[in-house]
Antibody
């Protein structure tokens, strides 16, 4: 059974950088696209970005290039850095994976990490 | 404001059927397949339907999905108390070059 788990600070100050890590298990890292998705309280999820084992990243344009993703295939860790945060970035942040044949279909999710942006 | 539009709520009594609609546009549902997720409070979404009407292993066949044009529907028959949850539709969006989600429909079992 593949597991994914997010970790990182739960409180970030406005204008600073949000940093999260997702540790995952399982083989065949290259067979998947690895993603970050966020969900504000009471709202639908919002896709942030994908990263592939090649290092290629595809991001949601709404984030205006504030998101940086990295993938360490040896330690099986996925990272997200979101700079210049505001209160609008307060949300539950999930890591998730998609099979390469079904990119955008998220079949495994982490439990989520709540991040609050506040002074 | 979510890209895909869902009704905020739906309800039914045990044993009844409930249907949830999801409306999009040509750039998402109209040109791509639809997926549905189920989410309980405090947990991550779980994939319920992919490719419009395919169920992952473990999802009962009383759950079904369909798509027509730029709209899609999720149907749950033989409603059970365990079906009380939030349901989200999602689809790839060609303009965004990524997936978009609905705002969610809260299903209540009366």
């Amino acid at each position: 059974q593949v597991l994914m788990q997010e970790s990182g600070p739960g409180l970030v100050k406005p204008s600073e950088t949000l940093s999260l890590t997702c540790s995952f298990s399982g083989d065949s890292v290259g067979a998947y696209a690895w993603s970050w998705i966020r969900q504000p309280q009471g709202k639908g999820p919002e896709w942030i970005a994908f990263i592939f084992s090649s290092g290629t990243v595809s991001s949601n344009p709404s984030l205006k290039s504030r998101a940086t993703l990295s993938l360490d295939t040896s330690t099986r860790q996925l990272s997200l850095r979101l700079r210049s945060v505001t209160a609008a970035d307060t949300a539950m942040y999930f890591c998730a994976r998609s099979e390469m044949a079904r990119i955008g279909v998220f079949d495994v999710w982490g439990q989520g990490a709540m991040v609050t942006v506040s002074p | 404001q979510s890209v895909l539009v869902q009704p905020p709520s739906a309800s039914g009594t045990p044993g009844q059927s409930v249907s949830i609609s999801c409306s999009g546009s040509r750039s998402n549902i109209g040109g791509n397949t639809v997926n549905w997720y189920q989410q309980f409070p405090g947990t991550a979404p779980k994939l319920l339907i992919f490719n419009n009407n395919q169920r992952p292993s473990g999802v009962p066949d009383r759950v079904s999905g369909s798509k027509s044009g730029s709209s899609a529907s999720l149907a749950i028959s033989g409603l059970q108390s365990e079906d009380e949850a939030e349901y989200y539709c999602a689809a790839w969006d060609d303009s965004l070059r990524g997936p978009v989600f609905g705002g969610g429909t809260k299903v209540t079992v009366l």
